[in-house]
């Protein structure tokens, strides 16, 4: 942890006593350098379970980038993915997981093994498998930002599309065509049929005749799957704090309500640079598919990310390389870090199933440089996923809707707390953190891990909470902190050690 003087000196931690008094009373002193006249209060109750903490820290893409050639599996292992979804996989060129790719000629018989080319996909959707994360599984194509599109129509015979996504399942779920076993249970039918021409070439209408002929076709053969979509980009927006469905969305429910179609989950997306909105469309759009008779539908935000300036303008043909370079490092440093954290802890009370970051690979939108380097915001997941060591979550004080978020939890046997804040806009830097009623009576050893400009979640310096139960943190706007306590066990073996040993009588 370091502060920052007015003449930009740095000053380690290093160099501190680890005595949260002092550390107070120094911090004490350097408020009104840094603008703020006395700690903002945060407070931690381990004595009020209020849940469990959601792991919603999913991502687009497997770890083979690009085509294979550099191999990302083992830096995402540590991230504990729940899934996985199979989307703009080896984009713009994708040779896995689209249904093109996966069956090559359309006239030829779905039934057939022979008609089917799974080989670069078995090797992709394998990597995925040793990661850890569940593969949700695209049926569908890629987008395409070019002026002639290929492959984004809709099917010229609709049921055979259906069974030849039956054959995929097939391969991937029963070893068919000397396939596997994934069991992979959920299948999402296309991507932004809105989005068009990029995504759909067809009309609103071509899109829900393909969603009733494959839906229906799925669950006949497979009633046990997870089947849905339409993975909607453009859902609606907000007023006053109300969600407005688009057109295309109230179609689409009042369609699947009105045919009785299976609409196990309905996914959306939401890109942004203000986490309170990606909480306020989860709640909207809950109530949107409770209010269509879809009570039981699981809402899943799957493709998300922070979208700097909360405009699309530097992607765009007409900006230029230097603004759309810096739009990228703008989503990969602390601050994309922090708006991701900000976000997932906004959302553990968004009634959202799932949520799928768009992307865990290489370049723009992902976790990774072109070199495979970790970034900034994929240490942000880290220090979420591990926040996710103590899930059964208690009560906190403190957060500010959009802006600054804190979250604590307990492991299952009581002897690990965590707290995760992340202070995405908030102007305070200086935070006293009250703990309260943790589990054990030994002393606590405390442990902090930074995502900032200077720190990548390595260890910092460890101390004992104080008797008031107080931490003094400066957690300068962007920064994740992940705060683990747990009880000084080695305070309680030393004075084992030097009490005198027990007599056999």
């Not at 700690?39 to 109750?45: G, S, T």
């Not at 260890?459 to 992940?482: D, H, Q, W």
Request: glycine letters at 8%.
């Amino acid at each position: 942890m370091r502060i920052l003087n007015e003449r930009s000196a740095e000053f380690s931690w290093r160099c501190l006593p680890w005595n949260p008094w002092i550390l107070g009373l120094i911090g004490a002193c350097l408020l009104p350098w840094l603008g703020q006249t006395a700690p903002r209060e945060l407070a931690a109750d381990f004595g009020q379970p209020i849940g469990v903490i959601k792991a919603l820290h999913g991502i687009n893409k497997g770890p083979l980038a690009p085509g294979g050639l550099i191999d990302l599996t083992e830096p995402l292992r540590p991230l504990y993915l729940p899934t996985a979804r199979m989307h703009d996989c080896h984009w713009p060129n994708p040779d896995v997981v689209d249904v093109h790719v996966v069956f090559p000629n359309f006239d030829a018989d779905p039934t057939d093994p022979k008609s089917y080319d799974f080989s670069a996909t078995d090797e992709y959707l394998l990597a995925v498998q040793k990661t850890g994360a569940r593969i949700i599984y695209r049926l569908g194509e890629s987008i395409e930002h070019t002026t002639r599109k290929r492959f984004v129509h809709p099917p010229a015979d609709p049921e055979k599309w259906a069974s030849i996504c039956l054959g995929i399942i097939r391969h991937y779920n029963e070893g068919w065509a000397r396939g596997h076993r994934f069991g992979i249970q959920y299948w999402e039918i296309w991507n932004e049929p809105e989005n068009r021409p990029a995504m759909w070439s067809g009309t609103d209408e071509d899109y829900l005749r393909l969603y009733a002929i494959t839906s229906r076709a799925l669950r006949s053969r497979y009633p046990n799957l997870k089947i849905g979509g339409p993975a909607v980009g453009a859902s609606g927006r907000l007023v006053a704090g109300a969600f407005e469905p688009t057109t295309f969305v109230s179609h689409f429910l009042e369609f699947c309500r009105r045919e009785s179609l299976p609409l196990d989950f309905f996914s959306w997306h939401c890109y942004t640079d203000d986490p309170a909105e990606v909480g306020a469309r989860a709640r909207g759009i809950r109530q949107l598919l409770d209010n269509h008779g879809f009570k039981q539908a699981e809402s899943h935000l799957n493709e998300w990310n922070y979208l700097p300036g909360n405009s699309w303008t530097p992607l765009g043909r007409s900006s230029t390389p230097e603004v759309r370079q810096r739009f990228y490092e703008d989503m990969a440093d602390p601050a994309g870090a922090a708006f991701l954290v900000t976000s997932l802890l906004e959302l553990q009370d968004a009634s959202v199933n799932m949520a799928n970051l768009f992307h865990g690979e290489l370049g723009g939108f992902g976790l990774f440089n072109e070199h495979g380097v970790p970034q900034k915001n994929y240490y942000g997941l880290q220090a979420f996923s591990g926040l996710l060591d103590t899930p059964r979550r208690v009560s906190t004080l403190g957060s500010l809707s959009g802006r600054f978020a804190i979250t604590a939890g307990l492991n299952s046997s009581n002897s690990e707390a965590g707290i995760l804040l992340s202070n995405f806009t908030d102007d305070a830097t200086t935070f006293q953190l009250q703990v309260l009623q943790l589990p054990w009576k030994q002393p606590t050893q405390v442990e902090i891990r930074l995502v900032n400009a200077n720190q990548n979640f390595e260890l910092g310096e460890t101390m004992r909470l104080s008797n008031a139960g107080r931490i003094y943190l400066i957690l300068p706007k962007p920064t994740v902190a992940l705060v683990r306590l747990r009880p000084n066990l080695e305070t309680r073996s030393r004075a084992a050690q030097s009490s005198p040993t027990p007599v056999d009588k």
